[in-house]
């Protein structure tokens, strides 16, 4: 088992920055390759951006390309999402997640909770 835990959300202006980070806990988190997806009111959960276990690759969506960087710490356990330039469409709720290095929400076993970001136009 691996339990992940988001914090780092909340309501931010367009063009503004977060930094959204994930502390994992349990089975070795350099195991796994992380990470971040988010789900929009009614809508499905989207992959955000993701990163090998050793963090030498990455993988991000389109939408957040060249805004949104992703980085993990081994030595900490924790995996951090910086968002920058945000847009009124980037309010989510933004989930962590261990597993492979995929872009698709069911190759992932371990979630967290989840945090709410908000950004206003």
């Known amino acids: 088992q691996v339990q992940l835990v988001e914090s780092g959300g909340g309501l931010v202006q367009a063009g503004g920055s977060l930094r959204l980070s994930c502390a994992a806990s349990g089975r070795t988190f350099s195991n796994y390759a992380m990470g971040w997806f988010r789900q929009a009111p009614g809508k499905e959960r989207d992959f955000v951006a993701a990163?090998?276990?050793?963090?030498?690759?990455?993988l991000y969506a389109d939408s957040v390309k060249g805004r949104f960087t992703i980085s993990r710490d081994n030595a900490k356990n924790t995996v951090t999402l910086q968002m920058n330039s945000l847009k009124p469409e980037d309010t989510a709720v933004y989930y962590c997640?261990?597993?492979?290095?995929?872009?698709?929400?069911?190759?992932?076993?371990?979630w967290g909770q989840g945090t709410q970001v908000t950004v206003s136009s």
């Open positions: 990163i090998s276990w050793n963090g030498r690759s990455t």
């Open positions: 997640a261990a597993g492979g290095l995929f872009t698709t929400s069911r190759r992932y076993a371990y």
